[in-house]
Structures are given as structure tokens and as C-alpha cells.
């Protein structure tokens, strides 16, 4: 996935998705969009396109890093009740010319996902060059 820039008002791009699709809060799109750029400037070093799989790897680091082992409970409250909902979000964007998408990227990439129930379980140190999972 690509990063596009926002329209002007990204709060009414907002407001457009969510009334075609009203299952996840403006946080939940809001923080799919910042863990995009922390996947791209801190996992991989620079703005470029990220597969499926690598954007829901650093929603899930960038969600350890600013919510620690609540982020399940987070996630529930914005509607994200699985890692594969990150894929709605992000479809609804790139539908909606938010975000881009490159002809091989398919929803289903996102499918198979981290585990809600246990991918917070272990304490982390996520930004450490994006090499956490490695101990």
C-alpha cells in the first residue's frame, strides 16, 4: 500500500466512508493510517510501498508501542475485532482515494493476520529498527 496525501479535509473523507461503511470509529481509520507511516519510516526506512501482511506487521508494533498489552481492548472499541478488518479500513480508504494500491495488492493479503488474542501478550520494544520480534 501507498501512501497517497489526504484530501483537504480528511475528517469528511472520513465521515463519506464511514456512512457506506459505519463498522469501525474515525480512530480506527485514523490509526490504520498512522501505523502505515510508522510501518514505512520505522520498519522499513522510507516511504514505500508495503504489502498486506508488512502494514498489518506495523499496525501491530505501532499498536505495541502506544497501547501496550490494552491494544486488543482498544481495537474492540473502534470495531477492529480482527487483524483482517485492518483490510477493510484500508480498502475503504484506497476506494475512497485516500490511500493508493498498486495491481498486484488484493484485500485478501491482509487475511491470516496477527492474533487479537495473543499478539499483545509479550512485552516489547517495537521501534527498536523494527527488529522487536527478533529476540
Same mark, same amino acid.
Given at each position: @500500500?501507498?501512501?497517497?496525501?489526504?484530501?483537504?479535509?480528511?475528517? $469528511?473523507? #472520513?465521515?463519506? /466512508? +464511514?456512512?457506506?461503511?459505519?463498522?469501525?470509529?474515525?480512530?480506527?481509520?485514523?490509526?490504520?493510517?498512522?501505523?502505515?507511516?510508522?510501518?514505512?519510516?520505522? @520498519?522499513?526506512?522510507?516511504?514505500?510501498?508495503?504489502?498486506?501482511? $508488512?502494514? #498489518?506487521?506495523? /499496525? +501491530?508494533?505501532?499498536?505495541?508501542?502506544?497501547?501496550?498489552?490494552?491494544?486488543?481492548?482498544?481495537?474492540?472499541?473502534?470495531?477492529?475485532?480482527?487483524?483482517?478488518?485492518?483490510?477493510?479500513?484500508?480498502?475503504?480508504?484506497?476506494?475512497?482515494?485516500?490511500?493508493?494500491? +498498486?495491481?498486484?495488492?488484493?484485500?485478501?493479503?491482509?487475511?491470516?493476520?496477527?492474533?487479537?488474542?495473543?499478539?499483545?501478550?509479550?512485552?516489547?520494544?517495537?521501534?527498536?529498527?523494527?527488529?522487536?520480534?527478533?529476540?
Amino acid at each position: @500500500m501507498a501512501e497517497e496525501t489526504p484530501s483537504a479535509d480528511f475528517s $469528511e473523507v #472520513l465521515k463519506q /466512508i +464511514r456512512e457506506k461503511d459505519p463498522r469501525f470509529t474515525a480512530e480506527a481509520y485514523a490509526f490504520t493510517f498512522q501505523g502505515l507511516d510508522y510501518t514505512m519510516t520505522v @520498519m522499513k526506512g522510507k516511504r514505500q510501498h508495503v504489502t498486506g501482511q $508488512e502494514l #498489518l506487521e506495523g /499496525i +501491530r508494533r505501532y499498536a505495541a508501542k502506544e497501547f501496550g498489552r490494552l491494544a486488543p481492548m482498544v481495537f474492540r472499541a473502534w470495531g477492529v475485532t480482527q487483524s483482517s478488518h485492518f483490510g477493510d479500513i484500508v480498502y475503504n480508504m484506497i476506494e475512497s482515494g485516500v490511500m493508493g494500491k +498498486r495491481d498486484e495488492d488484493r484485500r485478501e493479503d491482509f487475511d491470516g493476520g496477527f492474533d487479537m488474542a495473543t499478539a499483545f501478550d509479550k512485552e516489547e520494544e517495537p521501534d527498536a529498527a523494527g527488529d522487536a520480534a527478533k529476540e
